[in-house]
């Protein structure tokens, strides 16, 4: 492979031997003036397209600057919906699971419990307090369920995204499911 500038390092090392020798003529200044006045008009050219590329390289790193804060943006929105959806899920999941439990407990009350404390106790809305009571502690039990439900499937979400990155079908840049909110 040649080496770049071989042919002006020739004529400058030429030139340089002249000089030392004192064997120079009014063709050899106009000569060394001429392969200089070539190299400079070649630099700004090289340099103007270098100043080009280099503009847009910087608008190319501007623009996917800009993208990465879009994309971190609509993950963020993305891992919120994700949320919203899974606590909608569970939720709805858990209020299933308790009106099951409740129309249960109320017909077992209204059959079984009504009658012996009406029995034992003469007073008239004794029965309605206690199907308040229960209604309470469903309540409570429900929220309960939401909470135990919405972190056994951030567990099985984590679980399979470990599984997914430990395999190498995720690559580094997919977004993450952030537990905690």
């Given at each position: 492979m040649k080496e770049l500038y071989h042919e002006e390092q020739k004529i400058l090392s030429d030139y340089v031997g002249k000089v030392k020798q004192k064997d120079?003529?009014?063709?050899?200044?106009?000569?060394?003036?001429?392969?200089?006045?070539?190299?400079?008009?070649?630099?700004?050219?090289?340099?103007?397209?270098?100043?080009?590329l280099q503009k847009k390289l910087d608008h190319a790193n501007q623009k996917i600057k800009t993208q990465n804060v879009e994309i971190q943006k609509k993950n963020t929105?993305?891992?919120?919906?994700?949320?919203?959806?899974?606590?909608?899920?569970?939720?709805?999941?858990?209020?299933?699971?308790?009106?099951?439990i409740a129309i249960v407990l109320f017909i077992s009350e209204e059959q079984f419990l009504a009658p012996v404390i009406n029995d034992m106790i003469d007073i008239e809305y004794v029965g309605l307090v206690i199907l308040l009571v229960i209604a309470m502690f469903l309540k409570f039990f429900e929220g309960m369920l939401?909470?135990?439900?919405?972190?056994?499937?951030?567990?099985?979400?984590?679980?399979?995204?470990?599984?997914?990155?430990?395999?190498?079908?995720?690559?580094?840049?997919?977004?993450?499911?952030?537990?905690?909110?």
């Open positions: 120079l003529s009014m063709d050899d200044a106009v000569n060394i003036a001429v392969h200089y006045k070539d190299l400079l008009d070649q630099s700004k050219v090289i340099t103007r397209i270098s100043d080009r929105e993305l891992e919120e919906t994700i949320d919203q959806l899974d606590k909608m899920t569970v939720g709805k999941k858990a209020s299933r699971i308790m009106f099951v939401e909470s135990y439900f919405l972190k056994q499937t951030k567990k099985k979400i984590l679980n399979k995204k470990n599984s997914e990155s430990s395999d190498g079908k995720m690559s580094s840049n997919s977004f993450s499911y952030v537990e905690g909110k």
